[in-house]
């Protein structure tokens, strides 16, 4: 649906901007934000409030370009903050939110709101990042965006882990991940090997 677009009140509904890190998800999702602003349309942004890596009351994307979103600690947060007259809701780093984010987006497509979603569709192992997938079955828009592997120059869409650290959910920029194609992607690769070193010592 093209930028800047509003339809009729009664016909809402969802955009996914999915792929791995550094691949441009908060940069599409701002630049969508911005045109909507230029269109003269109410938007609100909204973050989960455990990323806090570069500001607490802004998406920025890793170049520094920022727009003004409110964190929130669930997606029930977001529903009950959502003012009468907004016409987008943004929402960044979906991959941190609970399943429950799905029912939030379709309960405000369904008021009639466009919302845009970014966030991972995969994790540091390559598995499906819940609630995108989910939110992938029932978008009516989206898109993939590709990152370059840092190993061979190819399009990359998986996330390298570089830090030594097994929790799924761990919130980190440049010096903790890097973008990876199929064939570059190592998911067991140094942090792990650290990780025995420590424990024989």
């Not at 973050?47 to 890793?62: G, Q």
């Not at 029930?76 to 399943?99: K, M, N, P, W």
């Not at 970014?118 to 590709?146: C, H, N, W």
Request: negative net charge; charged residues 30%; aromatic residues 6%.
């Amino acid at each position: 649906m093209p930028d800047g677009v509003h339809p009729p009140r009664e016909c809402g509904w969802i955009e996914v901007i999915c792929g791995s890190m550094f691949s441009g998800k908060s940069e599409e999702l701002i630049r969508r934000l911005r045109r909507a602003v230029i269109a003269r349309q109410k938007v609100q942004a909204f973050k989960p409030a455990t990323d806090d890596r570069y500001s607490e009351d802004h998406i920025v994307s890793h170049d520094k370009n920022r727009v003004a979103g409110v964190a929130v600690v669930t997606p029930a947060d977001i529903l009950s903050q959502v003012e009468q007259d907004t016409q987008v809701v943004g929402i960044d780093e979906a991959q941190f939110f609970d399943l429950s984010l799905v029912e939030v987006c379709e309960e405000l497509a369904n008021r009639g709101l466009r919302v845009v979603v970014a966030g991972l569709d995969q994790d540091y192992l390559g598995r499906p990042f819940e609630p995108i997938p989910q939110l992938l079955a029932v978008a009516e828009s989206i898109t993939k965006t590709m990152a370059v592997c840092v190993r061979c120059g190819a399009p990359a869409n998986r996330s390298q882990r570089l830090v030594p650290s097994r929790e799924r959910v761990l919130v980190g920029a440049e010096a903790a991940y890097e973008p990876r194609c199929r064939k570059c992607f190592r998911p067991w690769e140094a942090p792990y090997q650290e990780e025995s070193c420590d424990t024989d010592a």
